[in-house]
């Protein structure tokens, strides 16, 4: 179950494998344009110079840029992972690694008796270069099957927007604990699961398409991996867990799952947070939504983005229908009556035949749902988000939405889906995807129009 600060830093330390931290000299942002295309990303063939650069040195193992201040890198690789590779040294930064390790569990721990809300980011952070983070990501994922690759559908040949695309992305990423624990993919090799490659596999494909805005359900290793990683890339990052998430039950958890949020600080600036713990006839449920108003540093507008996940299982439509109602509610008094345009993201656990998604498509705040665009007459959903098997049978569902305001906000493409001969016989979770939700990823600009915006 969730460890002691002290448990967990002795059990960290003991399969810990790092080597001095890399910096670069060049800002986040500008870092960030390396892999701002969504170019093929292919499997290192071996592993790359960041990860020993002679051969006298010890290989570096994968996600691991230590040596920073409280609340950094502690994505450690532990043992089994490229076993071939030897073991690497820990070099001068090993002081300042213990150093970062405490404060990351330390604060940790705290957070679960504070409900596990938002990590200050306050403190100065060393940045990593992604191109360097992905090439680490890829000496671990040697011996895996190639990424899938997708391509991005352009929807608007003929904007004129004068300001970059805002980039977001969407995607319940599979909580580790109910991954391994829970969820019976009965399909899925136990060991496509482990989750020192596994979350190699969730950072390549942040990493492959950079979002400006990155909106995650299903996070269970938000302290000791995405917040740490993320915000040394130049990410604001936020958390919110489930009051009783379902990881707990599971042995050897890494703590609650929740929704997680995390903007590029050099392109926003937060004017406002609110964590929401969503309401279903009027009682407090277990699921709950982030909520955070920024300001675009280039065209100085507002905006608000929000990321939820609802209610799971048949049976519980009329619950999730309430949920959504109590979440609009929320959202309608944040950006006040829609004057500020709003992204929602999510996943919704209903299919678009659900009252939930008819109760967004039909609000006062003048919603629809990007990924229709994807389709010929721009009214129908994908045919699937997720696809899996289970003891009961195969699952394929669309879930997963992102949902924006129409009347100020243009979709300029979408990140097309997985085709079902890339997804396999087997389904998701696999080798070479790591979650059984696909990730969904938009380009959206301001509206030019002066008369549509409110």
């Known amino acids: 179950m969730y460890q002691s600060p002290a448990r967990s830093l002795c059990s960290a330390l003991s399969t810990l494998c790092c080597a001095p931290c890399t910096t670069t000299s060049s800002s986040s942002s500008s870092s960030l344009l390396l892999l701002r295309s969504p170019v093929p990303v292919k499997r290192a063939l071996s592993p790359p110079a960041l990860l020993g650069s002679s051969s006298s040195a010890a290989p570096r193992c994968g996600c691991c840029h230590q040596g920073a201040s409280a609340g950094q890198c502690s994505a450690a690789v532990g043992p089994g992972v490229a076993s071939s590779r030897a073991a690497c040294s820990m070099g001068n930064s090993t002081s300042r690694l213990y150093s970062a390790l405490a404060k990351t569990l330390n604060s940790s721990a705290a957070s679960q008796h504070r409900e596990y809300l938002e990590q200050s980011d306050s403190e100065q952070v060393d940045p990593i270069d992604p191109k360097d983070l992905l090439q680490e990501c890829q000496a671990v994922l040697q011996k895996r099957p190639p ?6 559908v352009h929807l608007r040949a003929d904007s004129t927007s004068t300001h970059r695309p805002i980039r977001v992305m969407q995607w319940n990423i599979l909580a580790q604990a109910l991954g391994e624990g829970k969820d019976n993919f009965i399909q899925c090799p136990m060991e496509a699961l482990k989750w020192e490659e596994r979350k190699c596999l969730i950072l390549e494909e942040i990493l492959a398409y950079q979002p400006d805005i990155l909106c995650l359900q299903e996070v269970d290793h938000y302290f000791d991996t995405f917040q740490p990683l993320l915000s040394r890339l130049g990410y604001q990052c936020t958390f919110f867990p489930k009051p009783w ?3 707990l039950d599971v042995e050897h958890n890494n703590g609650p799952d929740g929704c997680a949020l995390f903007f590029l600080k050099d392109r926003f600036t937060l004017t406002n947070s609110v964590n929401i713990r969503l309401t279903a006839m009027k009682l407090k449920t277990n699921q709950v939504a982030i909520a955070q108003t920024l300001r675009c540093s280039e065209t100085g507008k507002l905006f608000c983005i929000a990321v939820t996940h609802l209610k799971a299982r048949t049976g519980w439509e009329r619950f999730r229908s309430a949920q959504g109602c109590d979440l609009l509610q929320n959202l309608k008094n944040i950006t006040q009556g829609a004057e500020i345009p709003l992204i929602i993201c999510g996943d919704f656990n209903a299919e678009p035949t659900e009252e939930v998604y008819k109760e967004f498509s039909n609000s006062s705040l003048n919603l629809n749902s990007a990924y229709k665009l994807l389709s010929v007459d721009g009214q129908s959903e994908p045919p699937y988000t997720t696809w899996k098997i289970r003891p009961s049978g195969e699952c394929r569902h669309t879930l ?3 949902w924006y305001s129409q ?6 493409s979408a990140l097309g889906l997985l ?4 997804i396999g016989p087997n389904r ?6 790591p979650s059984d939700h696909l990730s969904l990823v938009c380009d959206f600009s301001f509206n030019q129009d002066p008369d549509r915006l409110l």
């Open 147 to 152: 990424r899938l690759q997708r391509d991005f």
């Open 245 to 247: 998430s379902p990881c």
């Open 400 to 402: 997963d939405y992102i």
């Open 407 to 412: 009347h100020a906000l243009n979709v300029n």
């Open 419 to 422: 085709t079902e001969e890339q």
């Open 428 to 433: 998701l979770p696999s080798f070479n995807y």
